[in-house]
């Protein structure tokens, strides 16, 4: 049994960028180093696709949304790094 919340990688990505699940550290450590890698994987391709959907200009809270979700994802991949680098040692 996987140890993502939603059942994979894929789905924890998505809910991570909807604020559905919040990160901590906590939220790693029961996931094995292949599924740390898979999920970095995730979140790495939701945020690249996020980054490709530009809305216009205009539409302040797309823009806002948008930024949220990116935020979210990046928060995510910089705890997560801090956590493998900390857990390497």
Not at 14 to 24: C, G, N
Not at 63 to 76: D, E, F
């Amino acid at each position: 049994m996987a140890g993502f919340p939603g059942g994979s990688a894929w789905a924890m990505a998505r809910d991570i960028a909807e604020a559905h699940v919040l990160v901590t550290e906590r939220t790693f450590v029961r996931l094995k180093n292949h599924e740390m890698n898979q999920l970095q994987f995730e979140l790495d391709r939701r945020l690249r696709s996020i980054r490709g959907n530009q809305p216009a200009l205009d539409a302040t809270s797309e823009l806002q949304l948008r930024h949220r979700r990116m935020q979210r994802l990046n928060g995510a991949l910089m705890m997560m790094r801090a956590y493998l680098q900390r857990r390497r040692r």
